[in-house]
């Protein structure tokens, strides 16, 4: 079920960063669908196939019903705010990533990839898209918004009412996907409660967080990369180089930062095993070379575009970029878990299943290239490199912690071992599941102040259909930076922003400070939020609405008289 949350993704990205290369997903979509179609019609006709995957669900049902059912319930207690809060989009922390994402999306359905950059200071949103796209692209890898856009253009909707949701689905196949990483068996499955293990996966913080943060990229790529790792535990070598090619061509595409790492995890554990006393060290290296290449041959644009997204990175990290914020040690309580996971599984080694060694190689490969790699970013002071190690391994570390404590419970052992391993467990189910609960409850109490609302869609439009009106002024909000783009985003009307209160236009600003034509003074009208809390600065209205002045619930258009 791990490899085909993984594969299932994988091959998406792999198509909708392909076709918009060429053309716009717009225009692609339908065709898209319809060769999915045939695709699903063609796997699922031979019979044989069929049977071995009910055979397959029968004997991991209690695994499967307990991790779809914890992963489905965490992804609607994130969504809240759109479910039971009002919003069609929202962040959840302070990050505001989640516009670049929805914006790329955007220009995907209706440009491709290198289409005309088609932004002007009336209408600047794809200002930042240019960042992803064309020759100059300095992060070219918009496989995960792809997949929004093909989404968005199927069901007709703006990529900002999907964005969410999409965002719910990574972050479960994610998690399903750690279940590759471990190896399924009903003796382990019968002393090892699935639910405690969905539990301890879904409602670990440091996976939900990557949902609640807006790393919409590194979520929806999280699955393959952690089946590219869990690959050392495929026995078949032709599957595992088509697997592995695969995964690596979809890394490529979505988010190739992440393919250094598992890559260094495959590596070591043949390394590991090798010490071991295996005798396939070669083959098994070379079987790695070849899913490169195979993966390279398959997406060359991607392969190519990975080494610009590498400059860029490293450039990133040389520039101690002071803007960038981040803990250096967000990753470290996962990582000591597993590592404690994993010490009892080794000290029960004679005792545990014989076909384990390479599971053994496995967690400790992942587990010691954690650390090489915080090591790193410590000596070099990069505190936010850090920061994204946690997201880029969180999957890795749960694989191991889930792995290594389900077979360390299925060793053959005193009951006092046994006991202890329980109840650590349950220790450690319950204080993850009270961290993310509060978690969660601090990002609904962010969505509120930071979300897109049918208000705000009425005041875009109602902006749009009063073209007549030489500019509006972006008036003061509790949100300047996520409010001032997410206007911009639903109106092409003309705004005009007052720098001086710092970046109000978001990720917009620095195009915008070059450019802006309007005149801060000179502008009569105003849109702003209505009755804000905290709000120093209001309009007074004249005129009778809707021609003069208008409300829209939380927000409100009108000519401003006088500024106290």
Sequence with gaps: MG???AIGMGIILIACRAVQMWLPIGIAAPWMAVGTGFALTALWAPAKI??????????QRRAVAAFLGTGMMIVVLINVPILAGGALQFEGSRNADSFTFTSNARYMIGHAFFGEPDFSPDDPVYSISRSYFGAEATQPRPAAEGYLAWLSALSGKDPLYLY???QGAGLLLAGLSVLAMVRHRRRNEAKASPWAMAIMV????ALAYVAINSNFANNLNLAPATAYVALVLVRNTRVRMVLGALFVASLLGGYP???????????LAIVIEMLAGATDFVRKIGTIGMELLLGCLVVPWAAKAAFVVYATTLGIGGSHDGSLHGDIAEGVP??????VAFALCLRHRRRIHTSLPDARALYAAVLIVFAAAQVAMLIKGFDYGGFRLAGYFVTLHLGVLVGSATHALAAETSACFYRMVRCGLVVVVAVVTLKTGLMIEKSWRVAKQRHVSADLIALGKWLDQ??????????PTPQPFYYGMWIRYLTSAPLVYDFSRGDVAGYLSPYLKLVQRGDIGSTGWIAAPDGEPGNAVRCHLTGVPPTVSRNFGRWYAGRCISKL
Excluded: K, Q
């Excluded at 009063?466 to 008036?475: K, M, R």
């Design 334 to 339: 996962l990582f000591a878990l597993a590592l």
């Design 202 to 205: 879904f409602a670990c913080p």
């Design 466 to 475: 009063n073209d007549d009106v030489d500019s509006f002024l972006i008036g």
């Design 164 to 166: 969410n949701a999409v």
């Design 50 to 59: 069929r049977r071995n995957i009910w055979r397959l669900l029968c004997a």
């Design 257 to 267: 930062e992440l393919l250094v790492f598992v890559m260094a995890c495959r590596v």
């Design 3 to 5: 490899f085909a949350a």
